[in-house]
């Protein structure tokens, strides 16, 4: 399965018309000696409210379903033969440049990551910023490690944290 990961900036634009500093593709090759990303394992997990009554002891005491508060998307995997080297096209500098960046913009309140997953693309996410349908993925954070020095082919292991961000709009 192939993973493309982006980020949009202005309306319009699309998995396809972003410049390769605003995707990355995971598992579009086996070959972990060359630099290239790879995704191990996605998890999606979906959170509803459960409201809980205070005065539990009365009648009206019951918990009660609040709906679908949001969605977690967790993507694990690694970086193969990570490099140092400074360079926009660069998986780890694309994902730290996306770490350090706003997660939200004027164009996108509700969030500025897509996902597009083949094979699997009931969840995928495309960024909407207009209408009543705004959606898109809040980058949460991403957790580096353990980096292991001593691993051939070299290879740095993360997890991204993501969220589809429902809004008081919605």
Not at 7 to 25: A, F
Not at 52 to 68: F, I, K, P, T
């Amino acid at each position: 399965m192939t993973l493309t990961l982006y980020r949009v900036n202005t309306p319009g634009q699309d998995i396809n018309t972003l410049d390769s500093n605003e995707k990355i593709i995971f598992n579009a090759t086996t070959d972990v000696n060359v630099l290239n990303a790879f995704i191990t394992a996605v998890d999606i997990q979906n959170t509803t409210g459960i409201g809980n009554n205070q005065a539990a002891e009365q009648d009206l005491g019951d918990h009660q379903d609040l709906g679908s508060i949001e969605q977690l998307y967790t993507i694990t995997g690694f970086v193969s033969k990570r490099d140092s080297t400074p360079d926009p096209t660069n998986t780890i500098d694309i994902l730290k440049k996306w770490d350090d960046g706003t997660k939200t913009n004027d164009n996108f309140v509700h969030g500025r990551m897509g996902l597009a997953m083949t094979d699997f693309d009931q969840y995928e996410i495309v960024p909407v910023g207009t209408g009543s349908d705004q959606v898109g993925l809040i980058w949460k954070g991403i957790k580096w490690g353990p980096l292991d020095f001593d691993r051939l082919p070299l290879r740095a292991d993360f997890v991204i944290y993501m969220i589809v961000d429902k809004g008081d709009d919605q």
